[in-house]
Antibody, heavy 119, light 107 residues
Framework: EVQLVESGGGLVQPGGSLRLSCAASGFTFSTYWMSWVRQAPGKGLEWVANMKHDGSDKYYGDSVRGRFTISRDNAKNSLYLHMNSLRVEDTAVYFC?????????????WGQGTLVTVS | DIQMTQSPSSVSATVGDRVTISCRASQGIRSWLAWYQQKPGNAPKLLIYAASSLQTGVPSRFSGGGSGTDFTLTIYSLQPEDVATYYCQQVDTFPYTFGQGTKLEIK
């Protein structure tokens, strides 16, 4: 069974930093693109960033580019999101997601999310 | 960036009804569209990929259609467990973008 378990969320002051982690299991992590998606309280979904299976390529959403960095450690089956210069508007539940094995097919597995509060 | 616009923002229907949700992209995205269902307190779940393909395990009453800029999600014979918010997402071009969501309720 595919499992994605996020951790690292919490309360941080504006301008601060935080690192989120996602522990993956139940599949061959090193062969999948992975993404972070966030959801502000009571709001819709926003794609944050993704990374190619081997770490050689990554992309970011406009609102986080230059402040957030996505990384992964395939030996540890883990995905990370390093968040710097945090703003109040970054407050959200952050979901770790696995992209479908076929390119352009969406995100077929999601973690339960970790809450980041910037205040 | 590609803007995704869903309509309606909310819909209320009766059990057994057919419900259709629309999603429009600000530019062509071929068939690279996914639909998700999110129930309160839960993570989203992939329903449809490549505009019209049903994800494994999703009931056959869900159906997707469209290509280019206009897409639909149809629920045939609405069930009580379908109460949720539905999102479309374009996966054609970075940055990936979602629609604002459509909240589905039972009358």
């Amino acid at each position: 069974e595919v499992q994605l378990v996020e951790s690292g969320g919490g309360l941080v002051q504006p301008g601060g930093s935080l690192r989120l982690s996602c522990a993956a299991s139940g599949f061959t992590f090193s062969t999948y693109w992975m993404s972070w998606v966030r959801q502000a309280p009571g709001k819709g979904l926003e794609w944050v960033a993704n990374m190619k299976h081997d770490g050689s390529d990554k992309y970011y959403g406009d609102s986080v580019r230059g402040r957030f960095t996505i990384s992964r450690d395939n030996a540890k089956n883990s995905l990370y999101l390093h968040m710097n210069s945090l703003r109040v508007e970054d407050t959200a539940v952050y979901f770790c997601t696995r992209e479908h094995s076929t390119w352009n097919y969406g995100f077929d597995n999601w973690g339960q999310g970790t809450l980041v509060t910037v205040s | 960036d590609i803007q995704m616009t869903q309509s309606p923002s909310s819909v209320s229907a009766t059990v057994g009804d057919r419900v259709t949700i629309s999603c429009r992209a600000s530019q062509g995205i071929r068939s690279w569209l996914a639909w998700y269902q999110q129930k309160p307190g839960n993570a989203p779940k992939l329903l449809i990929y490549a505009a019209s393909s049903l994800q494994t395990g999703v009931p056959s009453r869900f159906s997707g259609g469209g290509s280019g800029t206009d897409f639909t999600l149809t629920i045939y014979s609405l069930q009580p467990e379908d109460v949720a918010t539905y999102y479309c997402q374009q996966v054609d071009t970075f940055p990936y973008t979602f629609g604002q969501g459509t909240k589905l309720e039972i009358k």
